[in-house]
C-alpha cells in the first residue's frame, strides 16, 4: 500500500527558525548516521521515515559517509524511499548532506577542497536523485585548505541550484565568526550551524559557539544530544548485547562507560523520573532549552525511539534547582 502522511502532521510539531533567516526546522529533525546502511532492514527504514514525518519530522539529515560499511548507502537508501513512497511531499522536507569527512581513498574525497566539495555535491544528488538539497554543510574545518576556498565552493553549490542553504559542522566560534564573514560578502544564504552538544558535553558552550551563533543571527542544529545512547536507560544497568556500543565499538567505546559515569547517568535519571520524564527525553529537553539550538538531531533504530524522543517536545521547563542538580552531576 502507498504511503499516505498524516493530516495533522504539522500541529503535532513546534517549528523554530534558523536563526533571522526564513528557514524553519522541526524542534526534532531525523538524522540517518546510524541504522541506514546495507546491512540494515529496508522496511524498517521505511517505518521510521512514515513515522518521523507523520509526527512532522520534516528534516532528514545524512551525510556523503554515512552508511558504513559503505559510504553513501544512507543517501541510496533514503533517496529510494523518497522516491518509491514519500516523493509527493518533497516540498515539505528539508534535506541535508554533507562533505568534508572520509569518504574514499585518495586527495578528493575528504576535507574541504573546492574539488571535494562540489564533487561530493554532485555524488549526493545522483545517490538521492535530486536536483538540490535544502542544506549543504562543511562538515569539519580543514586545516590545510584556505577558508575562502571552502567558503567559495559551499557559495557555488547554492548558487547553481544544487543546494538551498549553506551550512557548517563542527566550527568553534572564532572560525565560525571568519566563515560568515566571508559568506557573508559572497551573499550566500549561511543559515545553520551543526555541532555536537550534549548534558555530558559542553563543548559548545565553551568554545564560543554558541555565542557566536546568536552574535551571528544564525540557527544551531545538534547532533549526538543523547551523547551516543549514553543518556537513556539503555545502559543503566551495563552494556546491552544489541547496543551501539556492543554492535558498533567505531563511534563509541567500551571503555567510556566507567562506573563513574554509570553513577551519573544514574543519577541524572532520578532526576528525569521526578519529572516524570524518561532520561532521553530530559536530555532533548535540556539541549532545545538553550535559546540558540533550532533543532536537535536524533537517531533511531525503530519507530518506537522516535515517538518516545517527540515527547521531549512537550517537556515542562527546568527550573533553577534542576539545572543546578544537572550541572553538578555531569560537570
Not at 270 to 276: M, N, P, Q, S, T
Request: hydrophobic share 40%; aromatic share 8%.
Amino acid at each position: 500500500m502507498a504511503y499516505i502522511a498524516s493530516e495533522t502532521r504539522f500541529s503535532e510539531m513546534k517549528y523554530n527558525p534558523c536563526g533571522e533567516s526564513g528557514l524553519m526546522l522541526p524542534a526534532v529533525s531525523l538524522g540517518l548516521w546510524h541504522n541506514f546502511s546495507v546491512v540494515n532492514d529496508f522496511e524498517n527504514m521505511k517505518q521510521m521515515c512514515f513515522t518521523a514525518f507523520d509526527h512532522g519530522i520534516t528534516h532528514f539529515d545524512l551525510a556523503n559517509n554515512y552508511g558504513r560499511p559503505v559510504p553513501g548507502s544512507a543517501e541510496v537508501n533514503f533517496g529510494k524511499i523518497l522516491h518509491e513512497e514519500m516523493s509527493a511531499h518533497r516540498d515539505d522536507m528539508i534535506i541535508s548532506t554533507k562533505a568534508g569527512h572520509l569518504l574514499r581513498e585518495g586527495p578528493y574525497g575528504n576535507w574541504g577542497s573546492r574539488k571535494s566539495l562540489l564533487s561530493s555535491l554532485d555524488l549526493s544528488l545522483r545517490h538521492l536523485e535530486l536536483d538540490y538539497v535544502d542544506i549543504f554543510y562543511h562538515h569539519r574545518p580543514d586545516p590545510n585548505t584556505p577558508l575562502e576556498e571552502t567558503m567559495g565552493a559551499l557559495n557555488q553549490a547554492v548558487k547553481s541550484g544544487k543546494a538551498l542553504y549553506a551550512g557548517l559542522s563542527n566550527y568553534d566560534g572564532e572560525l565560525l565568526l571568519r566563515a560568515s564573514a566571508i559568506l557573508r560578502e559572497l551573499k550566500c544564504p549561511f543559515v545553520i550551524n551543526q555541532n555536537r552538544y550534549s548534558i555530558f558535553d559542553r563543548t559548545v558552550e565553551n568554545n564560543g559557539l554558541l555565542t557566536a551563533a546568536k552574535q551571528e543571527k544564525k540557527g544551531v542544529i545538534v547532533f549526538s544530544p543523547l551523547a551516543q545512547g549514553l543518556l537513556t536507560d539503555r545502559y543503566l544497568g551495563g552494556i546491552p548485547e544489541d547496543s551501539r556500543i556492543a554492535v558498533n565499538g567505531v563511534s563509541i567505546k567500551a571503555d567510556i562507560l566507567t562506573e563513574e559515569k554509570l553513577a551519573q547517568i544514574r543519577a541524572l535519571n532520578e532526576i528525569a523520573k521526578e519529572r516524570g520524564e524518561s532520561l532521553a527525553q530530559m536530555a532533548l529537553a535540556w539541549v532545545l532549552r538553550e535559546s540558540a539550538v533550532t533543532s536537535v538531531l536524533v537517531g533511531a533504530s525503530k519507530p518506537s525511539q522516535i515517538l518516545d524522543n517527540l515527547k521531549a517536545i512537550h517537556s515542562a521547563p527546568f527550573s533553577d534547582e534542576e539545572l543546578r542538580r544537572i550541572d553538578e552531576i555531569s560537570l
